[in-house]
């Protein structure tokens, strides 16, 4: 069974940067593609980013281009979200999950990022 934690949110002043830490652990029998998705108060859950197996290909939504980096190291099973110029809109509590997880309706704890002065 999958099981996948998200860590390194925080509180940070605009402007600031923070990366969250998307561990995967238990049975793992391949590399997944893996997407960063938050949900603001009062807010949908929205996609922010997605990576490839491979790490090769990314994609970002367009509120975060330029100010969030996606990477993974699958030697460490961990994928990450460099959050750059951080802006209080970006407070939101962010998940990271795989396709399958996804369409299936299982999120984790997600971290808490909340973006004030």
């Known amino acids: 069974q999958l099981q996948l934690v998200e860590s390194g949110g925080g509180l940070v002043q605009p402007g600031g940067s923070l990366r969250l830490s998307c561990a995967a652990s238990?049975?793992?029998?391949?590399?997944?593609?893996i997407g960063w998705f938050r949900q603001a108060p009062g807010k949908e859950r929205e996609g922010v980013s997605c990576?490839?197996?491979?790490?090769?290909?990314?994609n970002y939504a367009d509120s975060v281009k330029g100010r969030f980096t996606i990477s993974r190291d699958n030697a460490k099973n961990t994928v990450y979200l460099q959050m750059n110029s951080l802006k209080p809109e970006d407070t939101a509590v962010y998940y990271c999950?795989?396709?399958?997880?996804?369409?299936?309706?299982?999120w984790g704890q997600g971290t808490q990022v909340t973006v004030s002065s």
């Open positions: 999950n795989t396709d399958r997880r996804t369409r299936k309706g299982d």
């Open positions: 238990g049975v793992i029998s391949d590399y997944y593609a």
């Open positions: 990576i490839s197996s491979s790490g090769r290909r990314t």
